[in-house]
């Protein structure tokens, strides 16, 4: 079963336009989530997280949502650059689990044209 | 801050075959976890070491697998037999005991392997 799903697989953009990149989670243990960036043969990059305890967290033109009732959350590039474009994804943690491992949606792949 | 580093950053192998990845975390961090990631999906988690301790193990790490972490710095996984399924990226990544990023984990580039 997967605890966290990132239902479009891909996203295309004008440059200068928001980008919205939606994540769903089912596990209600979940209480921290973060988003990541990856580029093609590189590692995830950490973009920005939020704990359940807020429902908005802004990090200059990155700004995530979370809907706890909904199990939703999202993410806001705003304004989308080209640079922004990679595979975005959603990952959650339960901070009273060992290590905190994350649990990963599948991704999306954003494309920002110029 | 030179990051987590992977070695090597490529490995095709023949099934049956043994092979052996090695990750050094951030020099700080005494958490280390191991993920794999296939063609399309996200990374899934393997295993976690807090210092030396390997303290979690997900059930996709099956006897093939092992992982070490021995003086609680770098940390070596090992697949025996490997099977054309392993063919997949390896990914490490350390996080650090406190402060405000305790939360993050910093991911290395990953070890593609490639099963042949």
């Known amino acids: 079963d997967q605890q966290v799903k990132q239902n479009s697989p891909s996203l295309s953009v004008q440059e200068g336009r928001i980008s919205i990149l939606n994540c769903d989670y089912t596990n209600s243990m979940f209480d921290y989530f973060l988003w990541y960036k990856k580029y093609p043969a590189e590692g995830p990059t950490f973009l920005i997280s939020i704990s359940s305890i807020k429902d908005k967290n802004e990090d200059g033109r990155f700004t995530v949502f979370l809907n706890k009732s909904a199990k939703h959350l999202s993410l806001h590039i705003v304004p989308s650059q080209p640079g922004d474009s990679a595979v975005y994804f959603c990952a959650a943690s339960a901070l009273n689990n060992a290590g905190n491992m994350l649990t990963f949606g599948g991704g999306t792949r954003l494309m920002v044209k110029p | 801050d030179t990051g987590v580093s992977q070695n090597p950053r490529h490995k095709i192998t023949k099934r049956g075959q043994n092979v052996t990845f090695r990750c050094d975390p951030i020099s700080e961090h005494n958490r280390l976890y191991w993920y794999r990631q296939t063609l399309g999906q996200g990374p899934e988690f393997l295993t976690y070491f807090q210092n030396e301790a390997q303290l979690e193990k997900s059930r996709l790490l099956s006897d093939r697998f092992s992982a070490e972490r021995p003086k609680g710095s770098f940390s070596t996984l090992e697949i025996q037999r490997t099977e054309q399924g392993d063919s997949a990226m390896y990914l490490c990544?350390?996080?650090?005991?406190?402060?405000?990023?305790?939360?993050?984990?910093?991911f290395g580039p990953g070890t593609r392997l490639t099963v042949l």
């Open positions: 990544a350390s996080s650090p005991p406190q402060g405000a990023r305790w939360n993050e984990q910093f």
